[in-house]
């Protein structure tokens, strides 16, 4: 984030870049409302159905399939297995990453009609109201709508977003993050 921390839950304004790195859900669709989730990271795997709270990383998951649910979407069951070069815990967003891939992966494997720019709203719910972290909707619209060589200015009331060209590689620069 260029600027605006901690404005996103105050309805200010961000300035995010994406970083070249990726968290990444293979999918497959099984006929019963369950979902079994590998994770590389945590080289876990989890199996659950909705009857019973998720905890841990597998709460971000889990977050995802009941925020689906509860806006009216016909969620298939599945086997996902996670991998993510996103670093844990360096505040750069990987619980966010790992909603946003599992929201996609599902989306696509059930043919839900989620437009991209709704998508951002619920990974965040999922984060709020499942997994308990009362986060802003910056990381996840990072995730979600961000496009390599820009930035994405985004307004946290509207929701709506300006792609601002930021390509510093093709300028000879980088950028630390520290």
Same mark, same amino acid.
């Given at each position: 984030n260029?600027?605006?921390?901690?404005?996103?839950?105050n309805d200010?304004?961000?300035?995010?870049?994406?970083?070249?790195?990726r968290?990444?859900?293979?999918?497959?669709?099984?006929?019963?409302?369950?979902?079994?989730?590998?994770?590389e990271?945590?080289?876990?795997?989890?199996?659950? %159905? +909705?009857?019973?709270?998720?905890?841990?990383?597998? !709460?971000?998951v /889990?977050?995802?399939?009941? &925020?689906?649910r509860?806006? *009216?979407?016909?969620?298939?069951?599945?086997?996902?297995?996670?991998?993510?070069?996103?670093?844990?815990?360096?505040?750069?967003?990987?619980?966010?990453?790992?909603?946003?891939?599992?929201?996609?992966?599902?989306?696509?494997?059930g043919?839900? %009609? +989620?437009?991209?720019?709704?998508?951002?709203?619920? !990974?965040?719910? /999922?984060?709020?109201?499942? &997994?308990?972290?009362?986060? *802003?909707?910056?990381?996840?619209?990072?995730?979600?709508?961000?496009?390599?060589?820009?930035?994405?200015?985004?307004d946290?009331?509207?929701?709506?977003?300006?792609?601002?060209?930021?390509?510093?590689?093709?300028?000879?620069?980088?950028?630390?993050?520290?």
């Amino acid at each position: 984030n260029l600027i605006g921390e901690h404005t996103d839950y105050n309805d200010g304004f961000v300035l995010p870049f994406a970083l070249p790195r990726r968290t990444i859900v293979a999918a497959s669709r099984v006929d019963t409302p369950e979902w079994t989730v590998w994770s590389e990271q945590a080289d876990e795997r989890i199996a659950f %159905d +909705l009857s019973e709270h998720v905890s841990g990383w597998g !709460a971000y998951v /889990a977050g995802v399939v009941w &925020a689906l649910r509860e806006a *009216g979407f016909d969620v298939p069951g599945a086997r996902m297995a996670i991998t993510s070069d996103v670093p844990l815990g360096a505040g750069l967003s990987s619980s966010a990453a790992l909603e946003s891939s599992v929201l996609t992966a599902l989306v696509d494997l059930g043919g839900l %009609d +989620l437009p991209v720019d709704e998508r951002p709203a619920l !990974a965040q719910r /999922a984060e709020n109201d499942y &997994a308990g972290m009362p986060c *802003g909707i910056m990381d996840q619209s990072a995730s979600i709508r961000c496009r390599a060589g820009h930035a994405l200015f985004l307004d946290c009331r509207t929701l709506e977003v300006e792609h601002i060209p930021f390509d510093v590689a093709a300028a000879g620069l980088a950028v630390l993050v520290i």
